[in-house]
């Protein structure tokens, strides 16, 4: 088994071991397998749900459920909501037992982890809880950050340098171009009509 399966393997269990609810929900899936084909990156492989875990294998040419799609897709359907998953599986392309596909969601969602309970079973529950508060503060603030930085450079690749166009700039080119094909449709027209008459 590859580095990138076996890292994957791990990554897909660890949470489980923090929720007996994503257990029982395992356990619900049991004998199951999910195909997974990204595309891109182009990675193909089965998850086995067996003995209360989740295998990655090398994909066999039976399956209960095969779902295809870029790992950004695979991703907004895991964080979805109830109310907002057909939108998110939009970008997937789902074959074989879709109520199969439904419980495997259900049971990978059930172990999603909460980082300050994790750290509070290592440190403590209040130094957990002041490093879980600080370090999404750190997030937050990192995010915030890092869109400002986008919002900024934008600004001044369309203000200063000029290499972006504006939105409005666009606009006005596309509308200028669909005006120029439908005035060159009816020029088009207006020929072949001269033509056939002489």
Known sequence: MSLILRTLEHGLNWPFQFHPAGRD????????????VLT?????????FELG???????????DVKLTGTAGAFLGLLRADQQNL?????????????????????ALAAARLDGEEVLAR???????????????????GLRQAGLRLARNGAEYLQ???????????????????????HDVERLAKRIERLGARA
């Open 25 to 36: 929900a395992l356990a619900a899936v049991e004998g199951r397998t999910m195909q997974v």
């Open 40 to 48: 891109a990156p182009a990675l193909a492989f089965d998850l086995v």
């Open 53 to 63: 875990r989740i295998s990655v294998r090398a994909p066999a040419s039976v399956c």
């Open 86 to 106: 057909q939108s998110a599986a939009q970008g997937l392309r789902i074959e074989g037992d879709i109520d199969c596909a439904l419980a495997i969601r259900k």
């Open 122 to 140: 290592v440190l403590g529950d209040i130094p957990g809880h002041w490093l879980a508060v600080g370090l999404t503060r750190l997030a937050t």
């Open 159 to 181: 203000e200063e340098r000029g290499v972006l166009a504006r939105a409005d700039d666009v606009e006005g080119f596309l509308g200028a171009v669909d005006s120029l094909r």
